[in-house]
Nanobody
Framework: VQLQASGGGLAQAGGSLRLSCAVS????????MGWFRQAPGKEREFVAA????????YYTDSVKARFTISRDNAKKTVYLQMKSLKAEDSAVYFC???????????????????WGQGTQVTVSS
Protein backbone atom coordinates (compact mmCIF):
# COMPACT_ATOMS: atom_id res chain seq x y z
CA VAL A 1 0.00 0.00 0.00
CA GLN A 2 1.33 3.38 -0.98
CA LEU A 3 0.02 6.88 -0.41
CA GLN A 4 1.08 9.59 -2.82
CA ALA A 5 0.56 13.14 -1.66
CA SER A 6 0.78 16.12 -3.97
CA GLY A 7 -0.30 19.73 -4.32
CA GLY A 8 1.91 21.49 -1.83
CA GLY A 9 3.81 24.62 -2.65
CA LEU A 10 4.12 28.29 -1.89
CA ALA A 11 1.11 30.51 -1.26
CA GLN A 12 0.62 33.99 0.05
CA ALA A 13 -1.29 34.60 3.25
CA GLY A 14 -4.97 34.59 2.44
CA GLY A 15 -4.42 32.36 -0.56
CA SER A 16 -5.42 28.81 -1.31
CA LEU A 17 -3.89 25.44 -2.05
CA ARG A 18 -5.35 22.01 -2.61
CA LEU A 19 -3.60 18.85 -1.53
CA SER A 20 -4.34 15.42 -2.94
CA CYS A 21 -3.52 11.99 -1.64
CA ALA A 22 -4.05 8.84 -3.67
CA VAL A 23 -3.97 5.34 -2.24
CA SER A 24 -2.57 2.55 -4.37
CA UNK A 25 -2.92 -1.10 -3.58
CA UNK A 26 -5.83 -2.83 -5.21
CA UNK A 27 -6.95 -4.87 -2.24
CA UNK A 28 -6.72 -2.11 0.34
CA UNK A 29 -9.62 0.21 0.98
CA UNK A 30 -9.24 2.45 4.00
CA UNK A 31 -12.29 3.37 6.02
CA UNK A 32 -10.75 6.68 7.03
CA MET A 33 -8.06 8.99 5.75
CA GLY A 34 -6.48 11.91 7.45
CA TRP A 35 -4.13 14.82 7.05
CA PHE A 36 -1.50 15.69 9.60
CA ARG A 37 1.17 18.38 9.52
CA GLN A 38 4.50 19.01 11.11
CA ALA A 39 6.21 22.38 11.32
CA PRO A 40 9.94 22.70 12.06
CA GLY A 41 10.66 22.08 15.71
CA LYS A 42 7.11 21.02 16.45
CA GLU A 43 5.34 17.72 16.87
CA ARG A 44 3.15 16.32 14.14
CA GLU A 45 -0.42 17.44 14.62
CA PHE A 46 -3.81 16.39 13.32
CA VAL A 47 -5.43 18.61 10.69
CA ALA A 48 -8.46 16.81 9.27
CA ALA A 49 -9.90 13.37 8.63
CA UNK A 50 -12.75 11.86 6.68
CA UNK A 51 -14.62 8.59 6.78
CA UNK A 52 -14.54 7.15 3.29
CA UNK A 53 -18.01 5.57 3.42
CA UNK A 54 -20.09 8.28 5.07
CA UNK A 55 -18.01 11.33 4.22
CA UNK A 56 -18.11 12.46 7.84
CA UNK A 57 -15.35 15.00 8.34
CA TYR A 58 -13.35 16.02 11.38
CA TYR A 59 -11.12 19.06 11.80
CA THR A 60 -8.80 20.53 14.31
CA ASP A 61 -10.15 23.83 15.63
CA SER A 62 -7.48 26.00 14.00
CA VAL A 63 -8.53 25.03 10.47
CA LYS A 64 -12.29 24.80 10.80
CA ALA A 65 -14.12 27.02 8.28
CA ARG A 66 -10.88 27.41 6.29
CA PHE A 67 -10.00 23.85 5.26
CA THR A 68 -12.27 21.28 3.66
CA ILE A 69 -11.50 17.60 3.37
CA SER A 70 -13.22 15.53 0.72
CA ARG A 71 -12.84 12.16 -0.95
CA ASP A 72 -13.34 10.33 -4.20
CA ASN A 73 -13.88 6.68 -3.38
CA ALA A 74 -13.63 5.54 -6.97
CA LYS A 75 -10.15 7.02 -7.17
CA LYS A 76 -9.28 6.19 -3.53
CA THR A 77 -8.17 9.78 -3.24
CA VAL A 78 -8.65 12.35 -0.52
CA TYR A 79 -8.33 16.09 -0.94
CA LEU A 80 -7.61 18.94 1.41
CA GLN A 81 -8.78 22.31 0.14
CA MET A 82 -7.06 25.01 2.13
CA LYS A 83 -8.30 28.59 1.99
CA SER A 84 -7.47 31.76 3.88
CA LEU A 85 -4.02 30.37 4.51
CA LYS A 86 -1.98 31.77 7.34
CA ALA A 87 1.75 31.75 7.96
CA GLU A 88 1.17 29.30 10.81
CA ASP A 89 -0.24 26.78 8.33
CA SER A 90 3.27 26.34 6.92
CA ALA A 91 4.38 22.77 7.50
CA VAL A 92 4.98 19.45 5.85
CA TYR A 93 1.58 17.87 5.33
CA PHE A 94 1.20 14.12 5.54
CA CYS A 95 -1.73 12.02 4.48
CA UNK A 96 -2.54 8.77 6.22
CA UNK A 97 -4.93 5.86 5.85
CA UNK A 98 -6.62 3.73 8.44
CA UNK A 99 -9.02 0.82 8.82
CA UNK A 100 -11.24 0.26 11.79
CA UNK A 101 -10.49 3.61 13.41
CA UNK A 102 -13.05 4.80 15.94
CA UNK A 103 -14.17 8.40 16.16
CA UNK A 104 -12.45 9.07 19.47
CA UNK A 105 -9.05 8.25 17.96
CA UNK A 106 -9.49 9.56 14.42
CA UNK A 107 -7.27 12.51 15.26
CA UNK A 108 -4.40 10.48 16.65
CA UNK A 109 -1.58 9.45 14.37
CA UNK A 110 -1.24 6.05 16.01
CA UNK A 111 -4.64 5.10 14.56
CA UNK A 112 -3.26 5.21 11.02
CA UNK A 113 -1.38 2.35 9.43
CA UNK A 114 -0.12 3.87 6.22
CA TRP A 115 1.49 7.24 5.56
CA GLY A 116 2.41 9.28 2.54
CA GLN A 117 5.76 10.93 2.03
CA GLY A 118 4.68 14.46 2.94
CA THR A 119 4.28 17.58 0.88
CA GLN A 120 5.61 21.00 1.86
CA VAL A 121 3.21 23.90 2.28
CA THR A 122 4.77 27.32 2.75
CA VAL A 123 2.64 30.39 3.39
CA SER A 124 4.33 33.76 3.08
CA SER A 125 2.99 36.63 5.14
Amino acid sequence: VQLQASGGGLAQAGGSLRLSCAVSGRTYSPNAMGWFRQAPGKEREFVAAIRMNSGSAYYTDSVKARFTISRDNAKKTVYLQMKSLKAEDSAVYFCAAAQGVITSTIGTDSAYSYWGQGTQVTVSS
